[in-house]
């Protein structure tokens, strides 16, 4: 079972700033996917961004403007830097990594929006 770990959830005010990380194992991590869905109390998972291979961006359209996604692939580690947040941004936080149809998850990181 492929463990991804996720850090840097947390509480934050409303047009403040957050960034997240997810390490994930494996010697060929540059030619992961990797993205970040959340999944708010009610509400389905929906996809927040995803990085493919060398660096193709996908973005919610709710999110975008504000969040970026990057990946440091030296470090095996993919970043959401969660800019100007709002209070609809509060979710629970998933880190995903797809290779050849399999997808891994991490345990999710809890980050409000709330002043």
């Known amino acids: 079972q492929v463990q991804l770990v996720e850090s840097g959830g947390g509480l934050v005010q409303p047009g403040g700033s957050l960034k997240l990380s997810c390490v994930a194992p494996g010697r060929i991590f540059n030619v992961f996917t990797m993205g970040w869905y959340r999944q708010a109390p009610g509400k389905p998972r929906e996809l927040v961004a995803a990085?493919?291979?060398?660096?193709?961006?996908e973005y919610a359209d709710s999110v975008k403007g504000r969040f970026t996604i990057s990946r440091d692939n030296g470090k095996n580690t993919v970043y959401l830097q969660m800019n100007n947040v709002k209070s609809e941004d509060t979710a629970v936080y998933y880190c995903y990594r797809y290779f050849q149809g399999r997808t891994s998850w991490g345990q999710g990181t809890q980050v409000t929006v709330s002043s």
């Open positions: 990085i493919i291979g060398a660096g193709k961006t």
